[in-house]
């Protein structure tokens, strides 16, 4: 495919590999796709795990994807710090030791809302510039907080002797996981970074229908993979709710709708994918509306 091509709509599921970007994939993948390509939801270079990138008019359902509850695996190392929060920045040992009764504990007393603060060493913007840029120029200052929530930490094991736990994180959107496991640490006060970490779901979509980014190209010329999705399949969780008439005409063209159900809604009409709407209050309004994306 050209890249200036726009392509068909498609969502594909990556299982992207320590080391690259997020970016990394994007570049990787644009001369297969066409040049409306994006990704929902950054990944870190160290960081493994499900990447959703989007092709065509799946785009513009970017939102919808980085609004969905994350789920990631850990491993946190305790007695160190690190000054990313992660194994690629400057670690110090603190000498400090906990147990497995203690990290379970601290973990838990993280779940529900929580205030965070955004690492310096992140693509959050503060006036304008990538706090990532101060880092770079060793520049120090004192990152925005946000309020995030973690909807479930599962203590999977504990290993006394390295000071390691293997943790299991559900979480919303806009949560660096690496700094839940500095904050955890910092809790216990014995340090703590997070040594790995995987994405392993966002929504219903899991890891380990993923594929790495070289394989892409074979799943294209076959016709078929389970880590190409169509739009419709992609968002199958969503409940489904058909209009039919002027109903269908005011869809199409993006206008609100009354009489759908509360909170979101895929909106179907003529056997196709409309868009996505949100009801609030009996009135509905669209979230993202797609021009066909079946083409």
Known sequence: MRQDTPGPARVILIDKP????????IRKLRPLLGRRVGHAGTLDPFATGLLI??????????????????????????GAVSSTHDPTGVIEATGARTDAGGVA?????????????VPLTSAVKVKGEP??????????????ERTVT????????FDEEAQQAEVLVC??????????????????GVGAYAAS???????????TEAVPPAAVAAGLDEGGSPAILSLAAALSTLPRYDVHGREETLARNGN????????????????????????????????????????
């Open 53 to 78: 990138v989007l092709a065509g008019q799946a785009t513009r359902a970017s939102r919808l994807f980085m609004d969905m509850p994350k789920e990631y695996r850990m491993t946190v190392q305790f």
């Open 197 to 207: 970490l995987r994405r392993t779901r966002v929504g219903a979509l899991h890891v």
């Open 18 to 25: 320590a080391g690259w970007t997020s970016f990394d994939v």
């Open 131 to 144: 706090l990532y840029r101060r880092a770079h120029r060793g520049e120090e200052m004192d990152t925005p």
């Open 256 to 295: 609100k709708l009354q009489g759908l159900p509360a909170g979101r809604v895929a909106v179907w009409g003529s056997g196709r994918l409309l868009g996505v709407y949100e009801g609030v209050g009996g009135v509905s309004s669209p979230l993202v509306v797609f021009v066909d994306p079946q083409e």
């Open 171 to 188: 979480s919303s959107k806009g949560t660096y996981i690496r700094t839940l496991a500095h904050d955890a640490g910092a809790r216990l």
């Open 150 to 157: 973690i909807y479930g930490v599962e203590l999977l094991g």
């Open 105 to 117: 504990a601290t973990f838990q007393a993280f779940v529900g809302e929580y205030l965070q603060r």
